[in-house]
């Protein structure tokens, strides 16, 4: 899978706990994406980064923030879960920007917020 | 508002036979159009990735095609493998109005493959 590493892979809390998910990559690859994927929508930009520390928003960004210390992590932290982010989220990383370059995606973290 | 609308939206075949799934969309301007394959607990796959000025492209029996005029694309999959069973995403990439850019996703089409 690219080298790409999600984790946790699945994952159930509370409604109003943080969580933060990981991605993990060993391609060295600038850019940076998270995504959810939900029933009947495609899937939808949470945030990307384009280096390390330089983030921006995508369509879907309330109620989730980023970050990205060091080129191999991008870090999606949830600060106060609720049931509407029960979701699969999906890393997905690039050599340059997305729209023009190929994209590889991770497998995928389940979170359900009960 | 960008769409990307993709048809059927499941389907079952038999293995060994063809099928065709339709992507329209409604994009504008059009930077590039891919197909994804995205097996049951896995990340989406690139099959395929096609600018406007390409009208088809291969990789090994998926074949994809692009009618920039009409802002349609088809994925054909020849000779069906039960391997074939997966979700099947069109994507495409687009400016947009006022600047910046967007990756828009279609619902996909969850085809299966039977004995």
């Known amino acids: 899978d690219a080298g790409i590493t999600q984790s946790p892979r699945h994952k159930v809390t509370e409604t109003g706990t943080p969580v933060t998910l990981r991605c993990h990559q060993t391609?060295?690859?600038?850019?940076m994406y998270w995504y959810r994927q939900d029933p009947g929508h495609g899937l939808r930009l949470i945030h990307y980064?384009?280096?390390?520390?330089?983030?921006d928003k995508g369509e879907v960004s309330d109620g989730y923030s980023v970050s990205r210390s060091k080129t191999e992590d991008f870090l999606l932290t949830l600060e106060s879960a609720t049931s509407s982010q029960t979701s699969v989220y999906f890393c997905?990383?690039?050599?340059?920007?997305?729209?023009?370059?190929?994209?590889?995606f991770g497998q995928g973290t389940r979170l359900t917020v009960v | 508002k960008n769409q990307v609308e993709q048809s059927p939206q499941s389907l079952i075949i038999l293995e060994g036979k063809n099928c065709t799934l339709q992507?329209?969309?409604?994009?504008?301007?059009?930077?590039?159009l891919r197909w994804y394959k995205q097996d049951t607990g896995r990340g989406p796959v690139s099959l395929t990735i096609?600018?406007?000025?390409?009208n088809t492209k291969s990789n090994g029996r998926y074949t994809a095609t692009l009618d920039a005029d009409t802002k349609q694309s088809s994925l054909h999959i020849t000779a069906s493998q039960l391997s074939d069973s997966a979700s099947y995403i069109c994507?495409?990439?687009?400016?947009?109005?006022?600047?910046?850019?967007?990756?828009?996703f279609g619902t996909g089409t969850q085809l299966k493959v039977e004995l």
């Open positions: 992507c329209n969309y409604t994009v504008s301007p059009f930077s590039n």
């Open positions: 997905a990383i690039s050599s340059g920007h997305i729209m023009n370059t190929e994209a590889f």
């Open positions: 096609m600018t406007f000025s390409e």
């Open positions: 980064s384009y280096g390390v520390k330089d983030t």
């Open positions: 994507v495409v990439s687009a400016v947009l109005t006022g600047g910046g850019n967007k990756l828009t």
């Open positions: 391609e060295n690859h600038r850019y």
